[in-house]
């Protein structure tokens, strides 16, 4: 198993201090200190400021970071990804959603175990890191083997991420190794709370994920939300991802899937809907009235040809919108960069009109609209005093990026996981100057092409790396 360093001191006393940066608070006004400073101790941002930052906290601090020539900005939340899927990049590419689970994930995901679930998982933490995701909602379903639960929760301890792993089930219509009962999905979830929730300062939580309606008995969704509502936890869910789900829903039951959800007694504020690309005007009032979540995964949803989500309309009805990039198997890759302008640009062509979507709507989206779904809304998701300190620094002093006429439009349209230069997750600094500081990248490549190849070739799935 690849080693793992012990995470980094956090600053306290004096504090770590970035000055001379761009500072993106997202506030309610939409601030930005350009240039200005922020200072972090221990876990928490406890202050920050326009211009040069005080002599006094720079002669005090126990780091400064000159940051001239960057922009700080919060940590993004990828608000629904599968982490598993980080060994499943490439091999169904160009097949519509229900070829792709049958043809793909389903033949490979049976044959993960701990090993390779704990690499796919590390793998998937540093690469949302570097792409300025500091928090990630892992809509988790492969359960063959109870340890990969925990041994993908230990690489979110181990990495430093804030994590929340959504635990996914089906109870129809899904392999038989990946059927449980509701008793079952219970007992384990329970589990998993007793171990994990609240682990590491409450950086790494539980909830409960049914995976899709279609998969999914009314009794079992019944159980299973009263019983997470008990806990104080969320309910994530794939909702309207394509048309023929819908409509499958439709012959079935009679009703569209929020529809369906709203018969059942269950929406509410805790629940997420992934995707929800295929939503009717009554669905979308009802996901207002509830105060539930949509996840958008645009790149996830052209890739998959699944369709365009109604963000305008989602938007100006109040609904909180979260941003995502779904596993790795359906993108091919976790790039929340590459989210925020997809987000913006495909609402642009899809409506032809310029203005459909800004650069600061999508940073607000990918911010503070994720840490909303998350449940850490009033923590993270800002630059402020009495936030988390969870900070990304990206540098705009690029070929690619400079000359910078807006810090909004840079970080949305031109920045890239490449730019990420230090990401600071509850105070502790998980890339320093581009380099990760709890794992060795190299050695953990090698270790997950190994195990990768493992599982495949067990799973009978031609890939480069077995043959």
């Known amino acids: 198993m690849v080693s793992v360093s012990p995470l980094p001191n956090r600053h306290n006393a004096g504090g770590l201090l970035v000055i001379n940066a761009a500072v993106v608070t997202v506030d309610d006004a939409a601030t930005i200190h350009d240039p200005g400073w922020v200072h972090i101790v221990g876990d928490t941002i406890v202050g920050v400021g326009d211009g040069e930052a005080p002599a006094a906290l720079v002669a005090q601090a126990e780091r400064v970071i000159d940051a001239e020539g960057s922009a700080v900005m919060p940590g993004m939340t990828n608000a629904h990804t599968h982490l598993f899927q980080t060994f499943f990049r490439g091999l169904a590419d160009d097949k519509p959603l229900l070829d792709w689970l049958r043809q793909c994930i389903w033949p490979g995901a049976v044959h993960l175990d701990a090993e390779a679930g704990y690499l796919a998982g590390m793998c998937g933490m540093v690469e949302n890191l570097r792409t300025g995701a500091t928090s990630v909602l892992d809509h988790h379903y492969v359960h063959v083997d109870d340890a990969i639960d925990d041994a993908v929760l230990q690489s979110a301890s181990d990495s430093g991420v804030r994590y929340m792993l959504a635990r996914g089930w089906a109870d129809r219509n899904y392999p038989p190794e990946m059927q449980e009962t509701p008793e079952q999905v219970l007992s384990h979830t329970a589990g998993l709370r007793e171990r994990w929730q609240g682990h590491d ?87 207002a009235a509830s105060g539930a979540s949509v996840v958008s995964c645009p790149v996830s949803n052209m890739f998959l040809a699944s369709g365009v989500p109604r963000i305008l309309d989602m938007r100006s009805r109040n609904i909180n919108v979260a941003l995502a990039s779904d596993g790795p198997g359906s993108n091919n890759r976790q790039d929340m960069f590459e989210v925020l302008k997809t987000t913006v640009l495909l609402q642009k062509v899809h409506h032809l009109d310029a203005m459909a979507l800004l650069p600061g709507d999508s940073i607000e989206m990918a911010c503070r609209g994720g840490a909303k779904a998350f449940g850490t809304e009033d923590s993270t998701g800002m630059i402020a005093a009495g936030r988390k300190a969870d900070v990304v620094l990206v540098d705009l002093n690029s070929i690619f990026i400079a000359p910078v006429h807006s810090i909004e439009s840079a970080l949305v349209f031109n920045a890239s996981p490449a730019n990420v230069t230090h990401v600071v997750v509850d105070g502790r600094i998980l890339i320093d100057d581009r380099k990760v500081t709890f794992v060795d990248e190299d050695e953990l490549l090698a270790e997950a092409r190994i195990a990768a190849a493992r599982v495949f070739k067990a799973a009978g799935v031609e890939s480069r790396l077995n043959r």
Do not use: Y
């Open 201 to 287: 300062d409450d950086r790494i939580r539980i909830e409960v994920a049914p995976l899709l309606p279609w998969g999914c008995t009314d009794e079992a969704m019944k159980e299973t939300v009263a019983k997470t509502r008990e806990w104080g936890a969320g309910t994530h869910i794939h909702i309207a991802e394509s048309e023929e789900e819908v409509r499958l829903n439709v012959e079935e039951r009679g009703t569209r899937h929020v529809e369906w959800l709203d018969e059942l007694g269950l929406l509410g504020p805790d629940m997420q809907f992934a995707h929800s690309v295929w939503l009717d005007d009554n669905e979308l009032d009802l996901i």
